[in-house]
């Protein structure tokens, strides 16, 4: 039975209901529901259509059982002719969570009775009281799209004075606070959109909303903005803690696997390994200075033409020997995948006629120009995601490839015109923030079914929830500068308070010019100490200078196209060499520590690298520190982020703290200055 209380005021109609556990409210032709939604949890949902999509969207678990209460009651109010009018509220209560909606609809939230959270409005609603009132400005705007059932969606909250705000994915930028900044939520080539937040109040925030959008955490409002959608959906949790939120996050949209030990080392790749006896070559000399590295990686064009999904028999023309050789050798093998279709391809005929290309709304049929006139494919269509599986089964696992490289996964538009592409279900601008996450589910969905081991390939983009669908996540193609490796860091530390536990970068940067620069070999060094004391080890980039002859003089296939200098450990000299080895030993001795932070990632989504905030939520001091971090819970390191930078000052929470590099202990609470030579990273354990 529904329990229903309607009242009218001055003009306004408002309707409250118990819906199982819900509260439902009705105004205007919107439908707002609250629900429970796990462990001091709400989801919160709108639309104007008269009825839910039905789509989870990023919450895929079913929730932990939570009992609400939930109140409807009158209250007393001053309307504008001096008299008192009688107005209804509603408020709704799990656990520690307490949302309370009042006559004009807008919700306010409240951690322990303590308010973290209220929608922002402007609207003159027959009272005296409400400040700026002939604005006309209210919470959740809903802007129909002209000849479209969808509407362009703006919501807007109070901005809370002091508050830190994290997470929201990846953004090349130096910031970690994002309060003050704004976000584009679109996916991009280095930049990736997981609209999760956690804020120094003690709340967790999902924008449930796959449009492409942005959000903008300013000094006097929040405002989310979707710019195409038929629902609004948000999920807000609490807790005493950065790693509860995130524990609290992680069981509504999912858990990482438990990462195979057998890939918590070193990675080897570069652009690009050209031939099978170039990938062999470097494995057997990996073996020859006795280094063990767990997987090789084997970039694009080893194939004919983009969308043909198979290697160009010239330069690799036995590659299951090739894997069967690099398996006795202990090594697995992932391949380089892009879901871009040249019409040259002898898949493009047949995906174009079946509809399992992304469409334009105008123009050409074009979404990809790099080497070649592509259409990417749509992985939204089951089909679609059916037939690149097949194939690539036929031309890559079977022949024992152990993962995939799902390269351009945002997809990378050749211009990013969201308006002009769509989906098989529905318009880009509604759902392109999914895209990788549905491109990454082609493999993983079919290689989970078929092997009882965990999938771990991986990707350049992502979403909320990817960490479940086995997702490397790395940073894109960013430049080899200081000024790159400081916004790497920060993203990272969003990435992981953002949900996605598996994130990694190219070492030194993507793009070089002179690997023989030594201000380059500087930063690879920095660089490389990072990765160490991170989630993958894993070495790439296009190293320059491109003087390297081509192997063919055709336009297509696996010799045309150009490829970096060596990248291998021992490719920049003797000195280097001698850190970089110092550093591999360092990581493999720490297997066993590595082995129990990916088990946290699995048991509760806590990241690898992790804010100081989130060992140390206490510590005020920690809320603000962006150039340093905790590797697990055991170990914080302080990275070298400038040129010809040998020393520097590094903050130790209370506690005691051992520096690895000489074994003195110092008294936390305070600033240490310590030396940093090259060929040291400043690391202290907590003892």
Request: glycine share 8%.
């Given at each position: 039975m529904h329990s229903l209380k309607l009242f009218r005021a001055k003009g306004v109609t408002m309707r409250f209901e118990k819906d199982n556990g819900a509260l439902m409210m009705y105004h205007n032709g919107e439908i707002i529901r609250i629900e429970a939604w796990g462990k001091d949890s709400f989801r919160v949902r709108s639309t104007m259509l008269g009825k839910f999509t039905g789509n989870d969207w990023a919450l895929t678990e079913e929730p932990v059982k939570a009992e609400t209460s939930i109140c409807i009651e009158e209250e007393d109010h001053w309307v504008g002719d001096g008299t008192i009018d009688k107005r209804e509220i509603a408020t709704i209560v799990n656990g520690r969570l307490k949302a309370v909606v009042n006559f004009a609809g807008i919700i306010r939230f409240y951690r322990d009775d303590k308010l973290i959270l209220q929608e922002f409005y402007r609207m003159y609603d027959g009272t005296l009281s409400q400040s700026s009132r002939c604005l006309k400005v209210v919470s959740r705007e809903w802007k129909g799209i002209f000849g479209a059932t969808e509407y362009q969606l703006k919501l807007k909250f109070e901005s809370n004075d002091g508050e830190k705000i994290f997470g929201m994915g990846q953004y090349q930028q130096p910031y970690l606070d994002m309060k003050g900044c704004e976000l584009e939520l679109a996916q991009r080539n280095s930049q990736i959109s997981v609209p999760f937040a956690v804020s120094s109040l003690g709340y967790g925030f999902l924008w449930n909303n796959p449009a492409v959008g942005q959000v903008t955490f300013a000094k006097n409002y929040t405002e989310w903005l979707a710019r195409s959608t038929r629902e609004m959906d948000y999920w807000i949790t609490v807790a005493d803690g950065p790693k509860q939120i995130l524990a609290n996050y992680t069981d509504v949209t999912g858990h990482a696997e438990m990462f195979p030990e057998e890939l918590m080392g070193l990675w080897q790749c570069k652009l690009r390994y050209r031939t099978q006896d170039e990938v062999l070559t470097v494995a057997r000399q990996y073996q020859k200075e006795g280094i063990k590295i767990d997987q090789i990686v084997i970039d694009f064009f080893h194939w004919t033409v983009q969308g043909d999904w198979k290697f160009d028999v010239t330069y690799w023309p036995d590659p299951k020997a090739m894997v069967e050789e690099l398996h006795s050798m202990g090594i697995r093998v992932i391949v380089s995948?892009?879901?871009?279709?040249?019409?040259?391809?002898?898949?493009?005929?047949?995906?174009?006629?079946?509809?399992?290309?992304i469409r334009t709304e105008r123009g050409a049929a074009q979404t990809y120009d790099y080497q070649?006139?592509?259409?990417?494919?749509?992985?939204?269509?089951?089909?679609?995601?059916?037939?690149?599986?097949?194939?690539?089964?036929?031309?890559?696992?079977?022949?024992?490839?152990?993962?995939?490289?799902?390269?351009?996964?945002?997809?990378?538009?050749?211009?990013?015109?969201?308006?002009?592409?769509?989906?098989?279900?529905?318009?880009?601008?509604?759902?392109?923030?999914?895209?990788?996450?549905?491109?990454?589910?082609?493999?993983?969905?079919?290689?989970?079914?078929?092997?009882?081991?965990?999938?771990?390939?991986?990707?350049?983009?992502?979403?909320?929830?990817?960490?479940?669908?086995?997702?490397?996540?790395?940073?894109?193609?960013?430049?080899?500068?200081?000024?790159?490796?400081?916004?790497?860091?920060?993203?990272?530390?969003?990435?992981?308070?953002?949900?996605?536990?598996?994130?990694?970068?190219?070492?030194?940067g993507f793009m070089t010019d002179d690997v023989n620069d030594p201000d380059f070999r500087q930063l690879l060094i920095r660089w490389y100490q990072f990765a160490v004391y991170s989630a993958v080890l894993r070495m790439h980039g296009d190293r320059g200078p491109y003087n390297i002859p081509p192997l063919d003089n055709r336009d297509w296939g696996g010799g045309y196209l150009h490829t970096g200098q060596p990248n291998e450990l021992w490719s920049y000299g003797e000195e280097n060499y001698k850190i970089m080895k110092k550093y591999y030993d360092i990581r493999i001795s720490m297997h066993d520590y590595i082995k129990g932070l990916y088990e946290e990632a699995h048991t509760n989504g806590s990241p690898l690298i992790r804010t100081m905030f989130y060992e140390f939520p206490e510590d005020e001091k920690c809320w603000e520190l962006k150039d340093q971090y905790m590797f697990g819970d055991k170990y914080l390191a302080a990275p070298i982020i400038h040129l010809n930078e040998f020393e520097r000052d590094v903050y130790l929470p209370a506690g005691q703290w051992k520096l690895t590099s000489t074994g003195e202990v110092f008294q936390g609470g305070c600033t240490v200055h310590v030396q940093a030579p090259i060929e040291y990273m400043p690391v202290f354990e907590k003892v």
């Open positions: 995948i892009w879901p871009s279709v040249d019409r040259r391809s002898e898949n493009f005929g047949p995906m174009m006629e079946k509809g399992l290309l070649g006139d592509c259409v990417e494919i749509d992985p939204f269509n089951p089909e679609t995601r059916k037939y690149i599986w097949e194939v690539c089964k036929k031309n890559y696992y079977d022949l024992g490839i152990d993962a995939f490289w799902l390269d351009n996964s945002e997809p990378d538009y050749g211009v990013y015109d969201f308006e002009n592409y769509r989906y098989s279900d529905g318009p880009a601008l509604a759902l392109s923030n999914m895209y990788p996450q549905m491109f990454s589910r082609a493999f993983y969905d079919e290689m989970s079914r078929i092997s009882d081991k965990p999938v771990v390939n991986l990707l350049r983009c992502g979403w909320a929830g990817s960490q479940k669908y086995g997702n490397v996540i790395w940073s894109g193609d960013i430049p080899s500068t200081f000024q790159s490796f400081e916004e790497q860091i920060q993203a990272g530390l969003n990435m992981g308070l953002a949900g996605i536990p598996w994130w990694t970068t190219d070492i030194g």
